[in-house]
């Protein structure tokens, strides 16, 4: 068996991750989270230039009833951003529920110099480890408020509860 190695370029240093705000754009409902390579959040500028791009990155109408066609599913106007200054790129990951249970996502990216030529990422990642943190917490809380609520999905109550912490 060929064994493999791997070159860090640092170790792991813990990344504070914020709630920066419930953003409503294009009829979307959405919650932002920050994450920066240093200090406590990314540049107010990347977080901008972010919230410009909801009506690019994401699917519209938001809210969306399928139709016949098996991959024309529901959409329901609600999901979450995730805005990374990271060193060596700047990230925003759009994810959004839809279908019931699952987890849309787009991401797009730019040198952190060049945030105006943000774009759809070129590889086909779905998030760092430290972005997975506020992806599972999102999930944890869709299950909690939407799926497994006997009297019926709860999308306020999903959308006032946000992840802070440090990964």
């Known amino acids: 068996m060929t064994q493999t190695t791997m070159t860090r370029t640092s170790a792991h240093r813990p ?8 953003h409503e754009s294009n009829g979307w ?4 989270y920050g994450i920066a390579a240093t200090g406590e ?13 909801v009506p690019t990155a994401l699917p519209y109408p938001a809210a969306h009833k399928g ?3 098996p991959y024309d599913i529901d959409r329901y106007g609600v999901g979450f951003v995730i805005v990374h200054d ?3 790129y700047a ?3 759009y994810d959004w529920w839809a279908g019931e249970n699952e987890i849309h996502q787009r991401i797009f990216s ?3 110099n060049r945030l105006g030529a943000m774009r759809p990422h070129p590889t086909p990642a779905i998030g760092s480890a430290t972005e997975l943190a506020v992806t599972d917490f999102e999930r944890r809380a869709w299950l909690r408020h939407v799926l497994a609520r006997e ?3 709860d999308m306020e109550a999903y959308l006032a509860e946000h992840f802070e912490g440090e990964v």
């Open 86 to 88: 990271a060193a060596d």
């Open 67 to 69: 139709g016949e066609d």
């Open 91 to 93: 990230f925003a990951l």
């Open 151 to 153: 009297d019926g999905a």
């Open 41 to 53: 959040r990314p540049r107010p500028e990347l977080v901008k230039t972010a919230e410009l791009l």
């Open 110 to 112: 730019s040198l952190p």
């Open 29 to 32: 409902r959405l919650k932002f």
């Open 15 to 22: 990344r504070p991750i914020s709630f920066l705000e419930l």
